[in-house]
């Protein structure tokens, strides 16, 4: 890694970047750890996205996640001392999701020599956290200093919009969330459960009776808002319909929407199928209720 401004970016594997997107905008990605039954996978060392969907649908056993070590955020920090950083910026998935912040924050504690931390909650996950990364990268570097960086990025946090459809309800009836009648009823029914992150919280949002209807409400959520987006992004868990899906997205705006592979992290708890839209509304926009 080659530190390419005096304050470094770092974030978690939820985040959905691209490897190449990360190394272009010199971002460092903290691995969580995904688990299939007695596995253990360091995510994006151990288990590819791919690799991770792969097994998903072979698979019986539902995955699951583990946040980082303090260890491992440490090791990023020296890095980016090492590289020549004298100021990191952590922005990670919100902490009402995981526990990753706080090993971030333990680490924090104790930087490497020279180095000053500033770790911001996203209470956002998946393209709402990428979203927010690529911002603080980008003023980074513009040269803003780490403690401005810091308090745009929590800022932006408030306005961080995230709505997706779920396309199957196996992965809540294989948590032990609803019974096997109800998970059997659904799927005859085609409910589509609808969701959003709201206050750092995955909240439930509704239901449709189709694919179709869940996807075209979050069209709907788009177009509502066309004109407050400053930035947008699509997000999918290995989906077949996501270029047709884009395609209705794309027009809404003059915003080119990020299309984002959802990863092991939120694709756990997600499953295959599920498809989002995530938007930063502009400063000026009214706030949501």
């Known amino acids: 890694m080659t530190a390419q401004t ?22 460092t990605i903290v691995p969580l750890e995904i688990r299939f039954g007695m596995q253990t996978f360091t995510d994006r060392v151990e288990l590819s996205t791919a690799d991770f969907w792969q097994r998903c649908r072979a698979s019986d056993d539902l995955p699951s996640t583990a ?3 303090p260890g491992s955020f440490t090791e990023a920090y020296q890095r980016a001392a090492d590289a020549g950083a004298s100021e990191v910026v952590v922005v ?21 020599d020279g180095i000053t931390c500033h770790v911001v909650d996203s209470r956002s996950v998946s393209a709402g956290l990428g979203l927010l990364v690529i911002g603080a990268a980008q003023l980074a570097s513009g040269g803003a200093s ?8 929590r800022a932006a946090a408030q306005r961080v919009r995230v709505h997706a459809a779920l396309d199957t309800l196996e992965n809540l009836r294989k948590g032990g969330r609803i ?18 992150v709201t206050e750092g919280r995955v909240e439930p949002a509704g239901k449709q009776r189709t694919r179709t209807r ?9 177009s509502a808002q066309s004109a407050n987006i400053s930035q947008l992004a699509v997000m999918h868990a290995d ?25 092991p992290v ?16 502009r400063e000026s926009a009214p706030r949501q209720e």
């Open 67 to 69: 946040a980082p070590s």
């Open 146 to 153: 780490g403690a401005e960086i810091a308090e745009v990025v």
């Open 239 to 263: 989906c077949a319909d996501i270029d047709d899906f884009v395609a209705r997205i794309a027009p809404l705006t003059d915003i080119e929407p990020m299309v984002m592979l959802i990863g």
């Open 266 to 281: 939120v694709g756990a708890h997600a499953g295959v199928g599920t498809i989002g839209v995530v938007f930063i509304e």
């Open 214 to 222: 869940a996807l075209t409400h979050l069209v709907d959520l788009v």
């Open 6 to 27: 005096p304050v470094h970016i770092i974030t978690d594997s939820s985040c959905d970047l691209s490897e190449d997107v990360a190394t272009e905008l010199g971002i």
């Open 92 to 112: 990670t998935l919100s902490g009402d999701l995981s526990a990753t912040i706080e090993a971030a924050q333990q680490a924090a504690s104790q930087p490497p």
């Open 179 to 196: 019974g096997a009648a109800q998970s059997l009823l659904g799927s005859v029914l085609s409910i589509k459960p609808l969701i959003t």
